[in-house]
């Protein structure tokens, strides 16, 4: 018998039988007393097991606490999301510098690794065989991000110096910021712009500066923040919103299947083995991009909005690439 398996051993006879004496724990698992020690140490340290030596009953047995959950051991092992979000968060953990954050992060990380480091898989093994891998993440101005957290938070006005890649142009916004959201391994600053009149998403590699207001935000109700930015697809959404009809060839069919593209989505095979994807967006710009991905096994079917959308990126890029270097 394994550790593993002596651990959900003591952990179903104490929950059976209440109280377990220590000579019916040595019989059961067939270990020694210093092992069967070590045992117990590890379920209440690394694993909190709350168990306790009852003399008065005269064995073990989880301490009552009616403010304590009941305790249950973790699965044999991590699920995919959660290995994910530990090592995510344990990468997150150990980059933040200096802050009000600071004093407590260090148990954090601690705990995070003692539940990441078991002895028949460690830590070691763990960051040297398992990957998060982090692509397409653009900079932005670490010292921004605290002033448009607090602003969203507080609801206060800020302004900003936002550059706008395609004119290469930066103007001067006066904002309500209504949410911060990462997308994409990005940031992003949802907020009503008072320059424009209308609710804009602002990317904070974008932001070259800002300054704080004691103005009170104005405020968008949840209702027309989801319509208009959550219906589309991506983040440059839009209050009108248009369907996207997609057909995708088998070879890539069988891939873009298990894709979630957006809450609403609908998707369906034909008898050749064909998948049509449909989805909501409010701006081409994005789903345009991601059509190109899945070229040439991808056909826009509709709208002709979008195909032409398509059809223009690829010839322009055509031009280029036809276009001798000077």
């Not at 930066?170 to 009503?192: G, I």
């Not at 009809?245 to 069919?253: K, S, T």
């Not at 979630?260 to 345009?288: N, V």
Request: one cysteine or more; glycine letters at 4%; a neutral charge.
């Amino acid at each position: 018998m394994d550790r593993t398996e002596r651990f959900y051993k003591i952990e179903r006879l104490i929950a059976e039988r209440r109280v377990v004496t220590r000579d019916e724990l040595l019989a059961e698992l067939e270990v020694s007393l210093a092992t069967l020690k070590r045992d117990l140490e590890y379920l209440r340290s690394r694993l909190e097991a709350p168990i306790i030596w009852d003399r008065d009953a005269g064995g073990y047995r989880y301490e009552t606490d009616p403010n304590t959950p009941s305790f249950e051991l973790p699965g044999m092992w991590f699920s995919a999301a959660e290995i994910h979000a530990l090592l995510s968060m344990e990468a997150l953990l150990e980059s933040l510098g200096p802050g009000l954050l600071t004093p407590h992060v260090q148990p954090l990380l601690t705990r995070l690794r003692a539940m990441l480091d078991r002895e028949d898989i460690p830590l070691e093994a763990v960051n040297k065989r398992i990957r998060v891998m982090r692509s397409s993440g653009r900079r932005y101005e670490p010292r921004h991000f605290t002033p448009i957290a607090h602003a969203v938070l507080k609801r206060q006005r800020l302004m900003i110096d936002h550059r706008h890649r395609g004119r290469n142009e930066v103007t001067r916004r006066e904002v309500s910021p209504q949410r911060l959201t990462y997308y994409r391994e990005n940031w992003y600053l949802e907020a009503w712009c008072h320059l424009r009149n209308e609710l804009r998403s602002f990317g904070l590699d974008a932001i070259e500066g800002v300054w704080s207001s004691t103005e009170a935000a104005k405020e968008v109700s949840e209702q027309r923040l989801k319509k208009v930015l959550d219906a589309g697809y991506g983040i440059f959404s839009g209050e009108k919103v248009e369907w996207a009809e997609l057909r995708f060839a088998p070879e890539r069919a069988r891939w873009v299947s298990k894709e979630t593209w957006h809450p609403d989505q609908e998707g369906a095979f034909d008898d050749a083995g064909y998948y049509t994807l449909r989805i909501p967006y409010s701006a081409p710009f994005e789903l345009a991009m991601d059509v190109m991905r899945h070229l040439p096994e991808v056909e826009v079917i509709a709208p002709a909005s979008l195909r032409e959308e398509v059809h223009a990126r690829l010839t322009q890029a055509l031009q280029a690439m036809q276009t001798p270097q000077r």
